[in-house]
């Protein structure tokens, strides 16, 4: 039976359960819109909605991990981080329902998002940033990399991660945080091989809806690194 409801600002609507009401399903559940009749198409919008879901929460546990850092709570940020990495693999592991996508099946709808493209993702620039790609025009959102390094400072580790990674004895708990760090930094970067693949499999070396050389372009992309301290720190710090 449906129930009407109304909401703070008085609209009404009908809700068929509390599950629902609690869940926005009547909302959520509206808003796929398919622009073809395209039997793939649904995948490829509910892939993108479920995507920009996670990148949201990714942005919720990284900034309660940033937080932490700046409250000199190690051991938190380390929690949130970890959830975060389940949410990291949720991401990898949503690029399976594409993974059927042919180059025809994807040409059926592919002129009806026009110039539409992921370049234009808010929540994946403002997860970039958090891992400290700098972008100037964009308003300052916490980073973990800069937490990390102010967290560092504090502790009088003027060479920041190189001096945690050349006396590991010493710093167990701050190496448990550069690994979770790596961890995070590890697993955006193999999103963005799944995507490369994806991209590669459901439409070659053609051009991207936002004009760029397509997989060309994002395969440069790939070999971006994140957190670069964490990574140098990997060839200099073992004799
Ligand atoms: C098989 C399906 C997909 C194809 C063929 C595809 C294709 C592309 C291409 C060619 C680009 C390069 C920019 C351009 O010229 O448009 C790009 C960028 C991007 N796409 Fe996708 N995409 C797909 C699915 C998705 C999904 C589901 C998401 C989820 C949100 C996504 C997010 C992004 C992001 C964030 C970028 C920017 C990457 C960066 O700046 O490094 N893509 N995509």
């Known amino acids: 039976m449906k129930l009407m409801m109304t909401d703070q600002v008085g609209r009404s609507r009908t809700a068929s359960?509390?599950?629902?009401?609690?869940?926005?399903l009547d909302e959520l559940l509206d808003l796929q819109w398919p622009r073809?009749?395209?039997?793939?198409?649904?995948?490829f919008i509910i892939t993108t909605q479920v995507m920009?879901?996670?990148?949201?929460l990714l942005h919720h546990e990284w900034a309660a991990a940033c937080a932490k850092l700046d409250d000199?709570?190690?051991?938190?940020?380390?929690?949130?981080?970890?959830?975060?990495?389940?949410?990291?693999?949720?991401?990898?592991?949503?690029?399976?329902?594409?993974?059927?996508?042919?180059p025809a099946e994807f040409d059926e709808f592919r002129d009806a998002f026009g110039a539409a493209s992921g370049v234009q993702s808010e929540l994946y620039r403002d997860l970039e940033q958090a891992l400290g790609v700098p972008y100037p025009s964009?308003?300052?959102?916490?980073?973990?990399?800069?937490?990390?390094?102010?967290?560092?400072?504090?502790?009088?580790?003027?060479e920041g991660w190189r001096d945690v990674y050349a006396h590991c004895a010493e710093y167990p708990e701050l190496i448990d945080l550069g690994e979770a760090l790596f961890d995070a930094a590890d697993r955006f970067t193999r999103w963005k091989q799944r995507h490369l693949l994806s991209v590669w499999r459901s439409m070659g070396a053609k051009q991207g809806s936002a004009g760029t050389s397509g997989a060309d372009w994002l395969a440069r992309g790939v070999h971006q690194k994140y957190l670069p301290e964490l990574w140098d720190v990997r060839?200099?710090?073992?004799?």
């Open 17 to 24: 359960s509390e599950y629902a009401q609690y869940a926005c």
């Open 52 to 56: 920009e879901l996670y990148f949201k």
């Open 36 to 43: 073809t009749e395209a039997a793939a198409e649904l995948s």
């Open 235 to 239: 060839t200099e710090c073992w004799a």
């Open 138 to 158: 964009r308003p300052r959102l916490p980073s973990l990399e800069e937490a990390a390094t102010k967290l560092l400072e504090r502790r009088g580790l003027t």
């Open 72 to 102: 000199n709570d190690v051991r938190g940020a380390i929690v949130d981080l970890r959830r975060g990495h389940g949410v990291q693999d949720a991401l990898i592991a949503s690029w399976e329902a594409l993974r059927t996508l042919t």
